[in-house]
């Protein structure tokens, strides 16, 4: 019992149990937090991607209605023609060219509209998507700077 061995083992083995258990609950607490963390960022970006897609399908469903009126626009100008050219013969191809441009002109100017909303809500998507991504990869200042930089310039480069 003497035997400093002995001793020193025996107080190896009590160091061990006393400070193991706080060692691994602040490795398991830390862990958890990180995966809570982890599956928020998921969520959100979840999130982000649903609503980026309700707000595509109701764009297209814009679209669809859009061109519906177009399409009457153009009947109801069709007809309006035919209306015309029995009653003043030499008149109606001024008056069809004319609606038949507003008619063009409304389509070019929905369609420009829809296309362009609907690169505005890319570019939100894929920046959103991006910032929570890199947010929960990247823990350095410097990296995080560049990131920031880079998100900054990513409109201009999708747009242009």
């Not at 061109?67 to 050219?85: G, P, S, T």
């Not at 998507?125 to 990247?138: S, Y």
Request: a negative charge; aromatic letters at 4%; glycine letters at 2%.
């Amino acid at each position: 019992m003497e035997s400093p061995s002995l001793w020193v083992a025996i107080s190896f083995v009590i160091f061990v149990i006393v400070f193991a258990r706080p060692v691994w609950k602040f490795a398991t607490i830390a862990l958890d937090k990180r995966i809570k963390e982890i599956k928020d960022s998921i969520d959100e970006a979840t999130k982000l991607r649903e609503e980026a897609q309700d707000l595509l399908a109701s764009n297209k469903r814009k679209v669809v209605a859009v061109e519906k009126e177009v399409d009457d626009i153009v009947n109801k100008a069709r007809e309006e023609a035919e209306n015309i050219k029995s009653k003043f013969g030499t008149d109606l191809e001024t008056a069809l060219k004319n609606r038949q441009k507003i008619a063009n002109d409304r389509i070019s100017q929905a369609e420009s509209e829809a296309i362009e909303s609907i690169k505005h809500i890319n570019i939100e998507i894929a920046i959103k998507a991006t910032e929570a991504l890199l947010q929960q990869r990247v823990d350095s200042k410097e990296n995080i700077k560049m990131i920031d930089e880079a998100i900054e310039e990513l409109p201009n480069k999708l747009v242009g």
